[in-house]
């Protein structure tokens, strides 16, 4: 079996989950279901990132030590997967021992290869964000990230980035599809060649991180710190030889666009640096406004996935965050649209064709469905028109088009919906009831086939579903066509009830602190 690694960014613990941590979760979840349906052996991480600054001071304004503040936020990151019935095989706290002997190590090798070097550091200090900048990067007298800056001057250990400029522009020459999407390459290469300067890698100000080796008055930059986990998940440095390992090479990075150049330029140095291969591939994102705005607990518009989860169920939230927007481009979550997308798709069009194929079979043929014998032209031609759209998902799974996969999907059922319409079984019913076993038939195959496609983003109902029509839960698309010559339904439990809008509010959905 091919391998596959499949990694969310490590979320900061100094703010709750939102909506915007879900959807990376989510669109590595429904990747690494999709892949594993494709038959790949497929690993999948995510995890908190918990030192820096930013935490300690979290901490102390919440009257908390780190150790207990961090403890109390990585839980609730850590107690919404399985909310979100999310499928990851590890999760991993940067406090964690195993992680600290990685990042150790990690760092030993750095300084052994010669690319770390003692100095001392002046600049603008984004606390926010944990990054130093130069004066003439500042806009409007912040980072260029956003956050408030503060000049500082401290001992500090650096890296040699400077003398990975050439190296980088070779490696993005020889993968052009290293960053996802094109835009966000093109930016990383920009950057580049405008020329690296070397990175501060320590800090002496506070102290809670992982101490340098050897130099304790130090802790290690949270950044190194943070991306070093994705090779601590991955069994290192017991698990030395990377370079060989199977998963390693075949590892995909999952950020939002802001953070794209820590991991296509700072990591793969690193990487480079020790000797180990950078990764296959960044893929990245775009960001989540809340009713048109930037989420903020001031504006009361910070979307909690607990609550959607708690009304809508976890199919819900994951069905609007795949489909809502293009993979790579921003997009806007409102509760309207996401109420709109939950009835019209997934309670009146797949509910509804589950629900209205499946109980007919229930009450008018004692719950059988037989192999039609011979099939119509017209069976044919629909038959052929939902393969067509099936047909084209899994480039665009694999191509990170998740939006257009459940356009797919949605035609798919508009199709099975119109012939159902077309057929009229419950005419049939009176005057050809082999005729009407055959449209059953196909159209329960169809319900199965796009059943297995919806899986991934719909694991819940389409497990739910799978198991009404007595089939294996072993989700694998080999063998979305081979479906039994009788198909038995017992009974039919509905999956998306309707939901009448007016009985829900914003204060519902977003988070009260
Ligand atoms: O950056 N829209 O952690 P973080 C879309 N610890 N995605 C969003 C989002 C939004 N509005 N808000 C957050 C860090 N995200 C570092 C990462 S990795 C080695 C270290 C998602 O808690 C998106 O994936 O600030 C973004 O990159 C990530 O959360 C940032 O999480």
């Known amino acids: 079996m091919k391998k596959l690694y499949i990694t969310t960014p490590i979320y900061y613990v100094n703010a709750k989950p939102h909506i915007g941590h879900a959807y ?3 669109a590595c979840d429904v990747f690494a279901r999709f892949n594993r349906m494709l038959g790949m052996d497929v690993k999948f991480t995510t995890g908190t990132d918990e030192h820096g600054k930013k935490v300690e001071q979290s901490a102390i304004k919440a009257g908390n030590t780190p150790q207990g503040f961090t403890d109390s936020i990585s839980k609730l990151f850590r107690d919404l997967l399985p909310v979100l019935n999310i499928s990851n095989d590890d999760f991993i706290r940067t406090t964690e021992s195993r992680h600290k002997k990685t990042v150790q190590h990690f760092w030993e090798k750095l300084k052994n290869a010669g690319y770390i070097y003692l100095g001392e550091y002046s600049g603008w200090y ?4 944990e990054a130093y900048f130069a004066e003439d990067e500042l806009v409007d007298g912040k980072s260029p990230l956003g956050g408030e800056v503060q000049y500082i001057t ?3 250990y650096f890296f040699k980035l400077s003398a990975f400029q050439n190296k980088l522009l070779d490696f993005y020459e020889k993968n052009p599809d290293f960053v996802y999407p094109t835009q966000r390459r093109n930016e990383m290469l920009s950057f580049i060649k405008q020329g690296l300067r070397d990175l501060a890698v ?11 080796p050897d130099d304790p008055k130090h802790v290690v930059y949270v950044w190194l710190d943070a991306l070093t986990n994705y090779l601590t998940l991955n069994g290192y440095p017991e698990n030395e030889d990377q370079n060989n390992d199977e998963y390693w090479n075949n590892v995909i990075h999952f950020v939002g666009k802001e953070i794209v150049k820590f991991h296509a330029i700072y ?21 989540w406004l809340s009713e048109g705005e930037k989420m903020s607990k001031s504006l009361g518009n910070v979307q909690d996935p607990y609550k959607y989860c708690k009304i809508f169920g976890s199919d819900a939230l994951r069905y609007y965050l795949m489909r809502e927007i293009t993979f790579g481009s921003d997009g806007n979550f409102s509760l309207d649209s996401f109420i709109h997308r939950y009835n019209s798709v997934l309670a009146n069009s797949y509910g509804n064709l589950c629900s209205r194929v499946l109980a007919f079979i229930v009450k008018y043929c004692n719950g059988n469905v037989y192999r039609p014998t011979v099939t119509s032209a017209e069976d044919e031609e629909f038959i052929n028109s939902v393969n067509n759209c099936i047909g084209a998902i899994v480039p665009l799974v694999q191509n990170y088009n998740f939006s ?4 797919k999907i949605e035609q798919a059922i508009t199709l099975a919906n119109q012939y159902m319409d ?9 005057d050809n009831s082999n005729r009407m076993q055959d449209v059953l038939f196909i159209l329960t195959a ?9 899986y991934p983003v719909i694991p819940q109902a389409t497990t739910l579903l799978m198991n009404q029509l007595h089939m294996s839960c072993d989700m694998q698309l080999s063998d979305a066509e081979a479906l039994p010559e009788t198909i038995h339904i017992d009974s039919v439990t509905p999956l998306f009830p309707k939901i009448d809008a007016k009985n829900i509010k914003r204060q519902d959905v977003c988070a009260k602190d």
Request: hydrophobic share 40%; aromatic share 14%.
């Open 422 to 430: 077309a057929k009229k079984p419950w005419t049939l019913k009176l």
């Open 126 to 129: 984004d606390m926010r964000n």
């Open 24 to 26: 990376t979760t989510v």
């Open 154 to 156: 401290e001992p500090c």
């Open 267 to 287: 990591w793969v140095a690193f990487l480079m640096a020790v000797g180990i291969k950078p990764p296959k591939q960044v893929v990245s994102h775009g960001w």
């Open 202 to 212: 320590s800090r002496t100000t506070f102290s809670w991180g992982i101490p340098v």
């Open 446 to 454: 169809t319900i199965y086939k796009i059943t297995k496609y919806l």
């Open 404 to 407: 257009k996969y459940l356009e």
